[in-house]
């Protein structure tokens, strides 16, 4: 069972480039998610979708966008890096939108913006 | 909004000892309460949630947690660690309604020694 599949797993990449981070499940989850995590800070919540074709803004989501085409993808595109942007991203999912349901992650995306 | 205060950056116990990290939340609503282990280079993993009922709650591994609405926390605990509990530990929060957005905490490395 794989789960969520997270690509690639590490990066570095020049300061204003642009990088789409990759992410599948194949649970069928309804609602998929992108967290960051910055030592100091735990993870933080970037964007979300409840289901497919409808996205949502977390706590930190300027400089990043996503889209839901269909219910097993969810891409994470950071149109113009920057160093601040240099974190692992996890992306996750759970069954269905609603509060208290567990949400899976995936392994993590390290990324660094020189 | 919610939020969660995890007073310890860093446990460094015993093998066999017992343990507690510990974890405050803050909101004007009534929240579910998560603990998530994250392994190194891996992504998270519930270890067990509260949503209603029995404010004591069992997880895996050996690990249970209480939650103390008065107090609002909620203490992970385990009587007996082994190595390979070695990880760190994720509190996170979030509201009983609305989207299904946690609030993690900053996270508690959590160190068994031999």
């Known amino acids: 069972i794989a789960g969520i599949t997270q690509a690639p797993t590490s990066q570095i990449l020049a300061a204003g480039r642009r990088m789409t981070l990759r992410c599948t499940q194949d649970m069928r989850h309804n609602a998929m998610y992108w967290y960051r995590q910055d030592l100091g800070l735990g993870l933080r919540l970037i964007h979300y979708s409840n289901t497919a074709g409808t996205t949502g803004k977390g706590e930190v989501p300027d400089g990043y966008s996503v889209s839901r085409a269909n219910t097993d993808d969810f891409p994470l595109t950071l149109a113009s890096a920057v160093p601040s942007q240099t974190s692992v991203y996890f992306c996750?999912?759970?069954?269905?939108?609603?509060?208290?349901?567990?949400?899976?992650f995936g392994e993590g995306s390290w990324l660094t913006v020189v | 909004a919610q939020s969660v205060t995890q007073l310890d950056s860093q446990v460094p116990v015993f093998e066999e000892a017992p343990v507690e990290l510990r974890c405050n939340y803050s909101?004007?609503?009534?929240?579910?309460l998560f603990w998530y282990v994250q392994y190194p280079n891996q992504g998270l993993q519930l270890l067990l949630k509260y949503l209603s009922g029995s404010t004591l709650v069992k997880g895996i591994n050996g690990f249970e947690a209480e939650f103390n609405k008065s107090q609002t926390s909620f203490h992970l605990r385990k009587p007996s660690v082994h190595i390979s509990d070695t990880a760190e530990y994720f509190c996170?929060?979030?509201?009983?309604?609305?989207?299904?957005?946690?609030?993690f905490g900053t996270g508690t490395r959590l160190t068994v020694i031999p």
């Open positions: 996750a999912s759970s069954v269905e939108a609603g509060p208290g349901n567990t949400i899976y």
């Open positions: 996170a929060v979030s509201g009983q309604t609305g989207a299904n957005n946690l609030f």
């Open positions: 909101s004007s609503v009534s929240v579910y």
